[in-house]
């Protein structure tokens, strides 16, 4: 390859018939001109070539160096993951037994509350037993009382004459309601005589 030192460098002899050395040294001039420009511009283009290439080989260095990180990334994250579901699958476990001993609980306070439900259940009905009893047996002295009245009614006789053989004054029947009265007030039963 010729370069602009080999144009600036060559020499040719001088003939007697042939070109003007002056238009041949301008062209000359005009050649090594332009391959010093060619020649920078080829320098400037290999030193850019050569960044390029440098910073090429940094990005591989990195892109690798990224690949690794990507990876540790990734790794990082399968095990945030497996953690994640280990403490959400323990979570679940032991919201489970907790629930169970919720459950389990809420079953022992409803059978105690049960049972107690029933103890007061029993002792309503020996109550409401006792109460109906004792109404029986109000019922069955009252019956007796009117019983008695019953009788002693009955064995009063229809007409003062056939009790007494006379005609009762107003004085007489006063007195026999205040004995009925009074005898009814102590609990006694007694039979009413007329005063002739």
């Known amino acids: 390859m010729i370069t602009s ?26 050649l090594e001109a332009e391959l010093d420009d060619m ?21 591989m260095r990195d892109e690798d160096a990224l690949k690794d990180a990507l990876l540790g990334a990734q790794k990082q994250g399968h095990q945030v993951i497996n953690d994640a579901k280990e403490r959400a699958e323990k ?5 489970k037994a907790k629930a169970a001993a919720l459950e389990d609980e809420a079953v022992r306070q409803h059978a105690i509350a049960m049972e107690k439900n029933r103890e007061e259940i029993a002792k309503e009905k020996e109550a409401l037993i006792e109460a109906q009893q004792q109404v029986a047996d109000f019922k069955k002295s009252l019956f007796d009382i009117y019983k008695e009245h019953l009788d002693l009614i009955s ?13 009762p004054t107003a004085e007489d029947i006063a ?8 005898s009814e007030d102590i609990g006694t039963t007694e039979e009413v005589s007329y005063k002739e």
């Not at 007195?175 to 009074?182: G, P, S």
């Open 175 to 182: 007195n026999e309601i205040a004995n009925v009265i009074v």
């Open 155 to 167: 064995t009063v006789p229809e007409t003062y004459e056939e009790a007494m053989g006379k005609t």
């Open 39 to 59: 020649e920078r511009e080829r320098n400037e283009a290999n030193g850019k070539i050569q960044v390029l290439a440098d910073r090429v080989r940094e990005y």
């Open 91 to 95: 979570i679940i476990a032991e919201a």
């Open 5 to 30: 030192k080999d144009v600036r460098n060559k020499r040719f002899e001088k003939a007697a018939f042939g070109y003007k050395q002056e238009e041949i040294d301008e062209f000359f001039a005009e």
